[in-house]
């Protein structure tokens, strides 16, 4: 069974100060692995797909990377504004439909 | 103009009763899905439907009976809710099955059954 284990649950950050969040994840071939940023009381929004291990995507303040076992998504000086609840997920190559096994999340509070 | 839209917000209802989400896509996605939210923030598929056809059915109480009358449209029905049926139901869309690519997600229905 594919499963997906996010680190840490919470993360405290001053602005400015940068630190990253870690993905682990066991998927019977992996077709795509996703992040997304979740707002309070919001659906999720996506950030970034990876498709292969080495293969690294930024955004702004963020930076995704992947390994075959992790990902890792670096937030480099954070502002407020990035505080959200941010959520990994696979597909497995195998997968009925477009089906995505999220983590747990991290959730990020960034202070001024 | 809002992509993935659904309704009601939030639902507050007794056990026993039966309630309906109704959500509804405007970017001429082909698939459609329902997860579920529990208290822990896990997102779980429960459906997905690709241009009306029934893809994905997860182990889900067949209390739990999902409907897509057009590719634009799936509606969740719950009958005979249950305490443990408390959870944010999210609605969402993507190009079609098979694609890997990201799913736009609706706003969320909150179900509270007392």
């Known amino acids: 069974e594919d499963q997906v284990t996010q680190s840490p649950e919470a993360l405290r950050l001053q602005e400015g100060e940068s630190s990253s969040l870690n993905c682990s994840y066991t998927?019977?071939?992996?077709?795509?692995l996703f992040w997304y940023r979740q707002d309070p009381g919001k659906g999720p929004e996506f950030l970034f797909t990876l498709y292969s291990a080495g293969e690294e995507k930024e955004k702004e303040r963020l930076k995704a990377t992947l390994t075959k076992k992790e990902s890792f998504l670096h937030i480099t000086a954070p502002k407020p504004e990035d505080s959200a609840t941010y959520l990994c997920?696979?597909?497995?190559?195998?997968?009925?439909?477009?089906?995505?096994?999220f983590g747990g999340g991290t959730r990020v509070l960034v202070k001024p | 103009d809002t992509a993935v839209s659904q309704t009601p917000k939030y639902l507050v209802t007794q056990m026993g009763n039966d309630k309906s989400i109704k959500c509804e896509q405007n970017?001429?996605?082909?698939?459609m899905y329902w997860y579920k939210q529990d208290s822990k923030k896990f997102l779980k598929i429960m459906f997905s439907y690709n241009n009306k056809e029934l893809i994905i059915n997860e182990t889900v109480p067949n209390r739990f009976s999902p409907k897509s009358p057009d590719k634009a449209h799936l509606n969740l029905h719950i009958n005979s809710l249950e305490l443990g049926d408390s959870a944010v139901y999210f609605c969402a869309s993507s190009r079609t099955q098979g694609y890997t690519g990201e799913l736009f997600f609706g706003e969320g229905s909150r179900l509270t059954v007392l």
């Open positions: 998927v019977s071939g992996l077709r795509g």
């Open positions: 997920a696979v597909q497995a190559a195998k997968a009925a439909g477009n089906k995505l096994t």
């Open positions: 970017l001429g996605h082909d698939t």
